[in-house]
């Protein structure tokens, strides 16, 4: 057990460490299981690995490279992004194009979570606007629920996390793939305390909901998500009914959480995320319990749309697929106010559901509370507020009156010049720490993984010993992995006033959890048990010269932005032993492992900017 937990240093996210008994711990594992040139196990093949776990423990330091600035000419706009482009906002924006492969690798990794030698050469071609368009509008790839339904009663032991780790590893489509685990966190459902008979039908198809909702519209989203079976389950909508005359209220569980975790949250905010407070300082409510209690009532008559016994029987999964049913006898007609808005007495539920969802959407507060947490996700933990107005503005209109166009508004995200400028680079407190899954999904694509089975068998990653502490569509509440404004106590981070979500993930188990659990799955053939493997055929090519492959894995995993300091004692530490094309397969492959276990060791790694 490490004694020290990660932490921020005096001037914010980028000068977290590793804990020293963490290095010392994954050095001696490496010492102990790693073959030499020999093909025996011993300290001279693990001289790498025991570096990169002391180079994590030493902390790096310095900025990233330059990769420049100012305004860049890109190509021009096509599709469904036409109109952002066209907006006050999108007209504004100073960098269109990649001028280096390193300003490529860092939009790649904002926007889809990795950068692959295809990526970065389609994005320098394009431009940024017409490549997020053609990802956006790009022809589905096969559903979460298809894959799933057809090996389930195949495969043995098949789960929901099959078919996420699939999904995000696997799929064409990894930027729309990257975007729906952001919503993930928003909309939160998990497969850990689901219930039902087909969990994992269920959690499948609620993946696919909101895959669907990055290039929907958030209205829409909102209406899927709340009849969504899964989310019935979770939150109770399932089943809710009516007050009767014994006392029997609706369940508020949906209804308050809607409003605090999905759509406006807990205080009133301006255009730019900034609180509103009354005279006396005291920030503004913006719901009240009576709001949660009429809402509730238009949440009642909702069940499960399953033909008799179609459920329990096991004879179709289909009902899994459709949205919940209304039931008229069970759905309050009592007059629900709320927010500002009126159902009458006597509304039908449907009418109902359409002016209470139509209230949230169109509320003020839902711009800058979802398109703030959209770049706390995918860019930086402290946007300044000019940056959530932007965001914010284009949640309003997307250029052509529309408002709550989410591919829009996912592109105002990554295209604005907060997120594409060099300050950021230079900037301590911008970044934000990369989610644990969130680096696996990387190192899966940046090094060309795929399942021998077809199965994707990484399973459930949750464990903070022995996994991540983090796995996909399994948050231990509905209040995701970390809150939004999580402050990391008696830190410099909470001295400056400023957030720091992701370490809310962080604690002596998972700092050692996560580089043991990693030193154990790069190398080929050893984790995930033989099926899931990376190929790394481009780093073969390269593998006799130390400084070529650090190089590349700077541009590839952080976009360029290792310091030379932390470079330089990467290379240093894999020229021993020196390799030539005499040497053994196992030993030139043992100073991949070595490299890329240094890369994603790193703090400079773990805070991406």
Not at 116 to 136: C, M, N
Not at 273 to 284: H, I, N, W
Not at 559 to 579: I, R
């Amino acid at each position: 057990m490490v004694e020290e937990e990660i932490m921020a240093g005096p001037a914010g996210l980028a000068e977290q460490a590793v804990p020293a008994r963490t290095a010392a711990t994954a050095a001696t594992a490496a010492s102990a299981a790693t073959p030499d040139a020999t093909g025996a196990t011993g300290p001279a093949a693990a001289a790498a690995l025991a570096a990169a776990a002391l180079l994590a423990a030493c902390g790096g330091g310095g900025g990233g490279s330059d990769n420049g600035g100012g305004a860049a000419p890109g190509g021009s706009t096509s599709g469904s992004l036409a109109p952002l482009a066209n907006s006050p906002t999108g007209s504004s924006y100073a960098y269109t194009s990649a001028k280096s492969d390193a300003e490529a690798a860092r939009f790649l990794i904002q926007a889809q979570g990795y950068a692959t030698d295809s990526d970065i050469a389609a994005v320098r071609s394009q431009g940024y606007l017409p490549w997020l368009a053609g990802q956006f509008d790009a022809a589905p790839t096969q559903s979460g629920w298809d894959w799933f339904n057809g090996k389930y009663q195949a495969v043995t032991n098949l789960s929901f996390d099959n078919m996420i780790w699939a999904q995000l590893m696997g799929s064409s489509d990894g930027m729309r793939k990257r975007m729906a685990l952001a919503l993930s966190e928003i909309f939160v459902v998990s497969g850990n305390d689901i219930g039902s008979s087909f969990p994992h039908h269920m959690m499948a198809q609620y993946w696919d909901t909101l895959v669907a909702g990055v290039t929907g519209n958030f209205r829409t989203l909102l209406e899927d998500i709340s009849l969504n079976p899964a989310m019935g389950h979770y939150l109770n909508t399932k089943g809710n009914q009516k007050e009767n005359s014994q006392g029997r209220q609706p369940d508020e569980n949906y209804a308050r959480e809607v409003m605090q975790l999905m759509t406006i949250g807990l205080v009133q905010l301006d255009s730019k995320g900034q609180p509103k407070t009354a005279g006396d300082g005291t920030r503004l409510d913006s719901y009240t319990q009576d709001d949660v209690t009429n809402l509730a009532r238009v949440f009642t008559g909702y069940d499960l749309n399953v033909a008799a016994g179609e459920e329990n029987a096991g004879v179709s999964t289909l009902w899994t697929t459709r949205p919940m049913a209304l039931f008229a006898a069970r759905h309050s007609t009592m007059a629900a106010n709320f927010l500002g808005a009126s159902v009458p007495g006597g509304t039908d539920g449907k009418a109902a559901l359409k002016i209470a969802l139509d209230t949230l959407h169109g509320h003020p507060n839902v711009g800058p509370f979802i398109g703030k947490q959209l770049i706390q996700r995918l860019v930086t933990s402290n946007p300044s507020p000019d940056y959530v107005g932007r965001v914010t503005a284009v949640f309003e209109n997307n250029g052509a009156g529309v408002r709550g166009d989410m591919r829009s508004v996912f592109a105002a995200v990554v295209l604005d010049n907060e997120a594409r400028g060099p300050a950021g680079l230079s900037d301590a407190n911008f970044g934000r720490l990369r989610e644990p899954m969130l680096r696996l999904v990387q190192w899966g694509r940046t090094f060309g993984i795929g399942s021998a089975l077809g199965t994707w068998g990484i399973g459930n990653t949750s464990d903070n010993a022995n996994g991540l502490g983090q796995s996909p569509l399994r948050s231990p509440s509905v209040f995701n992995f970390f809150r939004p404004g999580y402050v990391p106590p008696s830190t410099a981070i909470a001295g400056n006033g400023m957030v720091a979500p992701e370490f809310q993930l962080v604690n002596e188990t998972t700092v050692g959890g996560y580089l043991n659990f990693l030193q154990n799955r790069i190398s080929i053939g050893s984790g995930f048990n033989k099926d899931v493997i990376a190929s790394y055929n481009s780093e073969k090519a390269i593998v006799l010269d130390a400084s070529a492959l650090v190089d590349r894995l700077n541009l590839l995993m952080c976009g360029g932005q290792l310091s030379k300091a932390s470079t330089d004692l990467m290379k240093g530490a894999l020229a021993t032993p020196a390799l030539t094309a005499a040497s053994t397969d196992a030993n030139k492959m043992n100073r991949i492992y070595a490299a890329v276990l240094m890369v994603m060791g790193c703090p400079e790694y773990l805070v991406q900017k």
